[in-house]
């Protein structure tokens, strides 16, 4: 019968147009949780909550916030010209207070930093 045809033939228009539709959908979300829950990607880069930085606590994996910017510091121990250890002590928190009380508006010591962010605090 032409008209079981018809309706076939509709069926399977609707059923394109619908995964065309879902697919799109997925592609343009501005916002995607990580599996964790606490950090999400935007246009503009990654975001990051004070609870996963506090996370990174250690020297193989040294995260700290800086003037609300969030910065792996892990390569950064070794190479430090002033040791390791006012680094080490960074690990996991917001070192802004003792970046500030340093480095001030120092130029190396802002152009490191630069080199080694990794997106926006929350
Ligand atoms: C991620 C944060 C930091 C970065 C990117 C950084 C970067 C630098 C850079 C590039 C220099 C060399 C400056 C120059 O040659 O003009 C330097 C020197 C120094 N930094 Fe830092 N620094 C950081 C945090 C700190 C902290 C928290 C302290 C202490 C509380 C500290 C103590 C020093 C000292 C004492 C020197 C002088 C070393 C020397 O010339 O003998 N730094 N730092």
Redesign the pocket.
């Known amino acids: 019968m032409p008209s079981n045809k018809l309706i076939l033939g509709i069926a399977v228009v609707i059923l394109l147009l619908g995964g065309v539709y879902l697919l799109s959908k997925s592609q343009t979300s501005p916002i995607v949780s990580a599996p964790t829950g606490t950090t999400t990607s935007t246009a503009s880069g990654t975001v990051y909550t004070l609870a996963e930085v506090q996370t990174h606590n250690t020297p193989a994996s040294c995260w ?1 916030v ?1 003037s609300g910017n969030v ?1 792996d ?1 892990s390569s ?1 121990i070794a190479r ?3 040791g390791e250890g ?2 080490k ?2 690990c996991g928190t917001d ?1 802004t207070a ?2 500030m ?3 001030g508006s ?1 130029r ?2 802002a152009s ?2 630069a080199l ?1 962010k990794i997106g926006a605090l929350k």
């Open positions: 700290s800086m910065y510091l950064w430090h010209p002033g006012p680094i002590g960074m070192g003792a970046y009380g340093q480095h120092s190396r010591p490191a930093l080694l």
